[in-house]
């Protein structure tokens, strides 16, 4: 017999999780502000989330069935943001078997306006925060001093770890040629010319010192002949954290961020795995040569802190693009990370 899945619940107030030994208690915090992103005019070009009635029109007929109609699904900005939300259930029921704890969401803003900024009321119970940086820029959500304080203080805690996690940064210039080829490498046509992602999580990276910019957006490779995702390019012998144990691949997305690290030659940051590109769709980023970009950065436990600061996109956390019996392993080490 089918088992039921529980009551879901909304509009109440977090229930603090008790520390277990060994056991992580994680959680994410969705940078964005629900109420500006749901909002933005649908005719406007650029830097907005698709609509759920444009979702419907470029992947039909995946969402022709009953519970994605207006009578039961949003059909504005809002259903799209929601499909976010639903696409990290996976994950969160992952990470929750195995740690014992569930995961917790928060948003920065939520759907009913209620403003939640990083402090104790987050930080007390949390072991691993992961910071999804899927805010537009032109929102201007910030990180404020008060937040990085918690934040520097928490990572004072031993066996606490951030993961930041901001998104693509597509058609950032102003030369209209590179976003029309920039927008052709990833083709994905819900995505427009100008997607600008991250101003959260770039706040929090300057203040914590972190010399990474999130930057473009990239499809990976394929392998030959097929629509799988070719392998990393893993660096496994400095993973200590073991986050890629079991893991060839993460998820395939047609337009990935390129974690440059600013800092050249800093001992600071490790690169754990470089992921290949499309050779054959033209982008600024391979014509200047390169044929991988970073996409797994870890920073370990320095005199300021004694926590782990881990780099990788919020993509490899859904199942919106599919999922793999390797992204879920890549689940399960993060969760149990030691």
Not at 11 to 22: A, K, L
Not at 180 to 200: C, K, S
Request: charged letters at 20%.
């Amino acid at each position: 017999m089918r088992t039921r899945t529980p009551a879901r619940t909304y509009n109440q107030n977090h229930i603090p999780r008790r520390y277990t030994s060994g056991k992580r208690r994680l959680s994410i915090y969705w940078t964005w502000s629900y109420p500006w992103e749901s909002q933005r005019d649908p005719a406007a070009m650029e830097n907005r989330f698709s609509t759920m009635t444009e979702v419907r029109s470029v992947l039909w007929p995946a969402y022709e069935t009953p519970e994605w109609s207006a009578a039961q699904f949003l059909q504005g900005i809002a259903g799209t943001l929601e499909l976010f939300h639903r696409s990290t259930i996976s994950f969160q029921q992952i990470a929750g078997e195995a740690t014992s704890h569930t995961v917790a969401v928060f948003q920065r803003i939520d759907q009913a306006g209620y403003k939640l900024q990083i402090d104790e009321r987050i930080l007390a119970d949390t072991d691993t925060l992961l910071v999804f940086g899927l805010d537009h820029l032109l929102s201007e959500q910030e990180a404020t001093p008060d937040e990085i304080g918690a934040i520097r203080e928490w990572l004072k805690r031993e066996g606490t770890c951030l993961l930041l996690a901001p998104h693509h940064d597509v058609g950032f210039t102003d030369d209209l040629k590179q976003r029309q080829m920039e927008y052709l490498h990833h083709g994905d046509a819900l995505v427009p010319r100008q997607q600008r992602f991250g101003q959260y999580t770039r706040s929090l990276m300057k203040a914590l010192d972190v010399p990474v910019h999130n930057t473009y957006g990239l499809r990976p490779a394929l392998v030959k002949g097929t629509k799988e995702i070719a392998p990393l390019t893993a660096f496994r012998d400095i993973d200590k954290l073991g986050l890629l144990k079991n893991v060839p691949t993460l998820n395939f997305h047609p337009h990935l961020p390129h974690y440059e690290i600013t800092e050249k030659d800093s001992k600071a940051i490790q690169l754990l795995a470089r992921q290949p590109i499309d050779p054959d769709r033209p982008h600024p980023f391979t014509a200047a040569g390169n044929t991988e970009f970073n996409c797994l950065l870890w920073m370990p436990p320095n005199q300021q802190r004694a926590g782990d600061l881990v780099l990788v996109d919020s993509t490899n956390f859904t199942t919106l693009f599919g999922g793999t019996e390797s992204l879920q392993n890549f689940w399960k080490n993060f969760a149990l990370m030691k």
